[in-house]
T-cell receptor, first 111, second 112 residues
């Protein structure tokens, strides 16, 4: 089976930096995704890591360590609109690249 | 424009009633998925289909049924056997050999 853990809630201040962690245990690992989801809306794709290291995309960066089963999403220069849930998901190539999602981290950005 | 469309946006179910949620995609994707999301929670897999005329149960399939008669369409029926159907339902599709999921806009199902 697969197990994906991430914190339930986080709070940060506008303009600051926040790091959202995700740990996973899985067989057939074929990459880790981060999605952003605003309440009542569909998740939107943020990043995909399949190799170890840091991927940077504007204000958002994502890191992966396959040996540690660990990833984080780093959000810089936080804006109020970044208040959302952030979902970590792992692809399993033993199951046709099906994604399994963690419970999501609700981020609240305060002025 | 290519995309994935869910309808309706909001749906109400009466006691003992079956309801069907629509999901259509014109991305020519082989795989399609249905997820359930409860308030403040992550996504849980209900059913998935990786090819036409074939589908598999996910983690929480009880009380649900699906069909995949056409590549473009993957409707989900919430049956009367599903005793707690109130949730946000998301459909997604994925290209063959691809990893990224494309999501529909979701259907909020509530019980009257």
């Amino acid at each position: 089976g697969q197990n994906i853990d991430q914190p339930t809630e986080m709070t940060a201040t506008e303009g600051a930096i926040v790091q959202i962690n995700c740990t996973y245990q899985t067989s057939g690992f074929n990459g880790l995704f981060w999605y952003q989801q605003h309440a009542g809306e569909a998740p939107t794709f943020l990043s995909y890591n399949v190799l170890d290291g840091l991927e940077e995309k504007g204000r958002f960066s994502s890191f992966l360590s396959r040996s540690k089963g660990y990833s984080y999403l780093l959000l810089k220069e936080l804006q109020m609109k970044d208040s959302a849930s952030y979902l970590c998901a792992v692809a399993n190539n033993n199951a046709g690249n099906m994604l399994t999602f963690g419970g999501g981290t609700r981020l609240m950005v305060k002025p | 424009d290519g995309g994935i469309t869910q309808s309706p946006k909001y749906l109400f179910r009466k006691e003992g009633q079956n309801v069907t949620l629509s999901c259509e995609q014109n991305l020519n994707h082989d795989a399609m998925y249905w997820y359930r999301q409860d308030p403040g929670q992550g996504l849980r897999l209900i059913y998935y289909s990786q090819i036409v005329n074939d589908f598999q149960k996910g983690d929480i399939a009880e009380g649900y049924s699906v069909s995949r008669e056409k590549k473009e369409s993957f409707p989900l029926t919430v049956t009367s056997a599903q005793k707690n159907p109130t949730a946000f339902y998301l459909c997604a599709s994925q290209a063959a050999g691809g990893e990224k999921l494309f999501f529909g806009s979701g259907t909020q199902l509530s019980v009257l």
